[in-house]
């Protein structure tokens, strides 16, 4: 009796902050740090917060396989990312959507990261998730769970970590791949509530540097608040925003979220303006076929509802995909620009089917395009033309509830179908971060209407 009047207690007080800090400003930063300073409610667990706000998509990335095993068998994982909606009432969604196997982890903690991209917490910061009141959680084959919902002050753009161990084998883990994040993998043994980074190890980029089971980080927010999906390819999730292009080396912006959607909702939050911008882009992906590669992630029209329609909160979706599509060499004939304006119709029939307001964004320029390793054929002649036509009919068409021109906003005035020299990261394909703030800004926020 008396824990259940403790969670009730909390509850009030953890709603009466959100309430206070929920506004279109997103400014609940006091009443975080009062909770923190004050210790009331700090990691107590939360019941019947369902029925009292509304549930959004603070942060999000999207699996895209499970077929690349890391080894973190014995060993703590710690990876960091940037929330986008602040609250004081939170839950983590684990995924092991791609696996053929269960999958156990336990002690999953959450704490405030020391510095961006670093594998120091700030001290006593550190929160115990846990899963129907247990620390451990096995998830079975294609299994998603999300933790019991605590009292957790967060900030928008105030980065968080989360630590789990893996006790067991782990034969297959399901991840996203390039995270644009530096990943971290500890020396044998649970270090989870460690606040030390010294017993962590970075994962080398572009082999481990990938999000592990980790899929969103939910919040409770006030009902006027929403989500916005940008879903898409590498150029949604980043790709090059933290990485000088072919050198293997972190740039100094690394874990200062310079994706677009993270510029999208810096530009929300100044307009004082009711969204969270939830990434559900994967690399490589394609919107008509799986990817070329397993890790490249299932076709969009395959996966719309699991990363689109299943995400907390949203009554947005911003699409930008098909580059891909012309561009990945896979056997047989590439698709037309027809059959690729019929794969967007059925994206809006979904959309609005389920009440979403649905965005397109034209594809950018991708000319002279090079890679590391794998042989593209996105600056081809028949790419380009199927690219042109399909954004022509994308500017033209009224069938989607707006449209942004990623195209124009980024493509070099002097050179038709080239990314500008100030937004190309060095590829001929993907931005710089400066690029990825133009996208951004290309966006008209007049697009999204303020929910009631």
């Not at 620390?135 to 630590?163: C, H, K, M, N």
């Not at 190890?201 to 009902?223: D, M, Q, S």
Request: glycine fraction near 10%; hydrophobic fraction near 40%; aromatic fraction near 8%.
């Amino acid at each position: 009796m008396k824990r259940s009047f403790m969670y009730g207690l909390a509850l009030a007080s953890a709603l009466l902050l959100t309430a206070c800090g929920g506004d279109s400003s997103n400014n609940s930063s006091a009443a975080a740090r009062s909770i923190q300073a004050s210790g009331a409610g700090f990691c107590t667990p939360m019941q019947g917060t369902a029925q009292q706000g509304r549930v959004v998509t603070s942060w999000k990335t999207a699996p895209g396989d499970a077929l690349i095993t890391h080894p973190i068998s014995g060993l703590t994982v710690r990876q960091s990312f940037a929330p986008h909606w602040a609250g004081n009432v939170v839950r983590l969604r684990l995924s092991n959507r791609y696996s053929s196997l269960p999958v156990t982890f336990t002690n999953i903690h959450l704490a405030e990261e020391a510095a961006p991209g670093s594998a120091k917490m700030v001290p006593n910061t550190e929160c115990l998730l846990t899963f129907n009141g247990q620390p451990s959680v096995t998830l079975q084959a294609g299994e998603t769970v999300v933790s019991d919902w605590i009292t957790y002050p967060v900030e928008a753009f105030r980065r968080v970590g989360v630590s789990f161990y893996a006790p067991g084998l782990t034969p297959q883990v399901t991840r996203h791949l390039n995270a644009n994040e530096v990943l971290y993998l500890s020396l044998p043994g649970d270090h989870t509530s460690s606040a030390d980074g010294s017993m962590f190890i970075a994962a080398p980029e572009g082999y481990t540097a990938n999000f592990l089971v980790i899929e969103a980080l939910e919040i409770l927010a006030p009902k006027n608040v929403s989500t916005v999906v940008a879903v898409g390819d590498s150029i949604t999730d980043g790709s090059d925003s933290t990485t000088a292009f072919l050198s293997g080396q972190g740039s100094p912006l690394v874990a200062t979220d310079q994706r677009y959607s993270n510029h999208l909702q810096r530009r929300f939050n100044s307009a004082g303006m009711p969204f969270t911008v939830a990434n559900a882009g994967i690399g490589g992906n394609e919107l008509l076929r799986d990817g070329w590669l397993p890790q490249f992630g299932k076709a969009l029209l395959t996966r719309f509802d699991a990363d689109v329609l299943q995400t907390q909160g949203v009554s947005h979706v911003l699409v930008m995909i098909g580059t891909n599509d012309f561009g990945n060499p896979k056997p047989g004939q590439a698709p037309t620009s027809d059959a690729l304006i019929a794969g967007y119709k059925e994206l809006i029939a979904k959309a609005k089917n389920a009440g979403l307001k649905i965005i397109l964004g034209t594809i950018p320029p991708a000319e002279g395009t090079v890679t590391e390793l794998l042989p593209v054929l996105h600056g081809t002649a028949a790419a380009r033309r199927a690219r042109d036509e399909t954004n022509a009919w994308i500017r033209s068409q009224t069938l989607s509830d707006g449209m942004v021109d990623f195209e124009q906003c980024l493509e070099d005035k002097n050179r038709k179908g080239f990314l500008a020299e100030e937004y190309n990261s060095g590829d001929n394909l993907h931005p710089n971060p400066a690029g990825y703030a133009a996208m951004a800004d290309c966006v008209n926020l007049n697009l999204f209407e303020r929910q009631p």
